[in-house]
T-cell receptor, first 118, second 114 residues
Framework: EAQVTQNPRYLITVTGKKLTVTCSQN?????MSWYRQDPGLGLRQIYY???????DKGDVPEGYKVSRKEKRNFPLILESPSPNQTSLYFC?????????????????FGPGTRLTVT | AQSVTQPDIHITVSEGASLELRCNYS??????LFWYVQSPGQGLQLLLK??????LVQGIKGFEAEFKRSQSSFNLRKPSVHWSDAAEYFC????????????FGKGTKLSVKP
């Protein structure tokens, strides 16, 4: 089954303890992205990757890191989580990553990771 | 600044009633337009999208949306709501042509009364 998977689905942690949320897709998509969803704010993009070893900042990158060493994986890293990073996080992937074609035109979302930082 | 507005934070409709969720965007040119649905505890699912052509777009689950350039709107409709439609709905827009970023509205939560 074609899908985007995220792990863990739920995580409660403490301030300052490094964590990684994994994202994997089995559709051979070039483009991958991370969003956070907060009540009343909708979804905001954190980081995105047009292809392996190519990453760029989205709208709210502060406090986050990403890496794209393989096409299928795009982990989100919080080196020193803070309570304001408590949120619902979505990973997404898209088959469209070539220049001139927006990757947003056919985006597949993962099930979400609910993170609580105390 | 480019934006997407969903004026209604929460809407309650009776099962079987019709539904219209509003979405307005601020942009001079025609953007790419999307509606996503997020069921409780689930990820985002694409309902429908508009790129060009016929301004009335059919989507999954019996939803449709109409692009109205004069009103800068892309409202989502369904003639008869089912209890399983209770979810949060997000309008999203890609501005700036094919390389634009995806901007989401803040969402409208739909509750369905039996």
């Amino acid at each position: 089954e074609a899908q985007v998977t995220q792990n863990p689905r739920y995580l409660i942690t403490v301030t300052g303890k490094k964590l990684t949320v994994t994202c994997s897709q089995n559709m051979n998509h070039e483009y991958m992205s991370w969003y956070r969803q907060d009540p009343g704010l909708g979804l905001r993009q954190i980081y995105y990757s047009m292809n392996v070893e190519v990453t760029d900042k989205g709208d709210v990158p502060e406090g986050y890191k990403v890496s794209r060493k393989e096409k299928r994986n795009f982990p989100l890293i919080l080196e020193s989580p803070s309570p304001n990073q408590t949120s619902l996080y979505f990973c997404a992937s898209s088959p469209v990553g070539r220049l001139g074609i927006s990757p947003h035109l056919q985006q597949y979302f993962g099930p979400g990771t609910r993170l609580t930082v105390t | 600044a480019q934006s997407v507005t969903q004026p209604d934070i929460h809407i309650t409709v009776s099962e079987g009633a019709s539904l219209e969720l509003r979405c307005n965007y601020s942009y001079g040119a025609t953007p790419y337009l999307f509606w996503y649905v997020q069921s409780p505890g689930q990820g985002l699912q694409l309902l429908l999208k508009y790129f060009s052509g016929d301004t009335l777009v059919q989507g999954i689950k019996g939803f449709e949306a109409e692009f109205k350039r004069s009103q800068s709107s892309f409202n989502l409709r369904k003639p008869s709501v089912h209890w399983s439609d209770a979810a949060e709905y997000f309008c999203a827009v890609v501005y700036g042509g094919s390389q634009g970023n995806l901007i989401f509205g803040k969402g409208t939560k739909l509750s369905v009364k039996p």
